[in-house]
Structure formats: C-alpha cells, structure tokens
T-cell receptor, first 113, second 114 residues
Framework: KNQVEQSPQSLIILEGKNCTLQ??????????LRWYKQDTGRGPVSLTI?????NTKSNGRYTATLDADTKQSSLHITASQLSDSASYIC????????????FGGGTRLMVKP | DVKVTQSSRYLVKRTGEKVFLECVQD?????MFWYRQDPGLGLRLIYF???????EKGDIPEGYSVSREKKERFSLILESASTNQTSMYLC?????????????FGSGTRLTVV
C-alpha cells in the first residue's frame, strides 16, 4: 500500500530561523510529489510540484528537494516569518493511480516572534 | 481566479440530523473529491466522482453518501450525523486523469456534531 510519512509531526521555531521538513514515501511507480501549505481553518494550497527528474525547486523562501532513489523529499524554509505558521502536507502521485493522490499526515509548524 | 467553493465554513449539527455539505467549482473539472481531515490521521478520501451522476467510494465511505447532478457541484450527505463525524471536510477538484497537476482545494467546512 502506498504510504507517505512526514516528520516531525510538529515544530516550533523562532522568527527568522530556518527549518527543514521531511517526507518519506513508498509510492510506486512515482509520478510527482507536491508540497501543500494549509493555514488553520483553510484548504491546502500548493507550494511546489516536483517530477522524477527534478532534484530541487524553489518558490521564494521555500525550497523543496527530491531524492527519487531514496524516496525522500524535504521542504526547507529560509528566514521564517510568522505567516509561515501552518501545516505543511507532502502529497505523492502514483503513475498508475490516475486521479488519486497519497497524502502525508502533515507537519504543523509554529513560528514564534 | 479559479475556485472551489464550499458553502459553509462552520456548521454545528445535532446527532441524528441529515447534513448536506455543498461544493461548487468553476474550472470545468471532471473530478471532484470529498476528504475529511482529522488530527494525526491526515486527509482521508470519503468519495469521489469523475463525471455527472458517477461516484466511487473512497477509503471511509461508511455513514456518507454523495450526489453529483451537475458537473460543477458535488454534495456530501451525512444521512444521520454522529459525533464521530465531527471533522474538517475538504472538497477538491481536478481534470480527469490529471493528478499530476494536483488538486484545487476548497477552504473547508468544520463540522461539529453535538
């Protein structure tokens, strides 16, 4: 069964610091991996999408990495801001699953002043 | 700006009530999905639909039904609400066979059953 596991479950950092969130998956055959940001009480919003051939992709202060060999991804947040406080969800797509995605449990990030 | 709109942000219902959660998308997407999201469990698929009047069970369909009479609208129905259905409900949509582009999510409906 396809699985996506994220760590840590929750994280508290001070404003201005960097942090890295981890995502490990067993989805196969792999199609793509996406990181979503979900503010409290809101639906998830896509940050980045990475395909098999991509190792790194940036979106402002967010940088995602992908190692398709070890089936690991990370999301690095640079110079964190209070508005980064949210849940970050790793989502992996299976080539054979057509329309279905496998969701990780998310990492809840709190940025404190 | 493309949108998935869920009719209610917050709902409080009594045990045994019939509850309707509505979702409308304006992107002409074929696929529509209903998920529930609970702490520690992530998003779990309840039902999805790939065409008008078509529906498929997801991982946790028990206690729920759905209706898709029009392409843009997908309704989730709790036939007899129970306290264990207290949750955040998320609607999403995508083009057919286009999981590679991800889903567009609605803002969510936080349902409390008392």
């Amino acid at each position: 069964k396809n699985q996506v596991e994220q760590s840590p479950q929750s994280l508290i950092i001070l404003e201005g610091k960097n942090c890295t969130l981890q995502c490990n998956y067993t989805v196969s055959p792999f199609s793509n991996l996406r990181w979503y940001k979900q503010d409290t009480g809101r639906g998830p919003v896509s940050l980045t999408i990475m395909t098999f051939s991509e190792n790194t992709k940036s979106n402002g202060r967010y940088t995602a990495t992908l190692d398709a060999d070890t089936k690991q991804s990370s999301l690095h947040i640079t110079a964190s801001q209070l508005s980064d406080s949210a849940s970050y969800i790793c989502v992996v797509s299976d080539l054979n699953a057509g329309n279905m995605l496998t969701f990780g449990g998310g990492t809840r990030l709190m940025v404190k002043p | 700006d493309v949108k998935v709109t869920q009719s209610s942000r917050y709902l409080v219902k009594r045990t045994g009530e019939k509850v309707f959660l509505e979702c409308v998308q304006d992107m002409d997407h074929e696929n529509m999905f209903w998920y529930r999201q609970d702490p520690g469990l992530g998003l779990r698929l309840i039902y999805f639909s790939y065409d008008v009047k078509m529906k498929e069970k997801g991982d946790i369909p028990e206690g729920y039904s759905v209706s898709r009479e029009k392409k843009e609208r997908f309704s989730l129905i709790l036939e007899s609400a129970s306290t264990n259905q207290t949750s955040m409900y998320l609607c999403a949509s995508s083009f057919l066979g286009q999981a590679i582009y991800g889903y567009t999510f609605g803002s969510g409906t936080r349902l409390t059953v008392v």
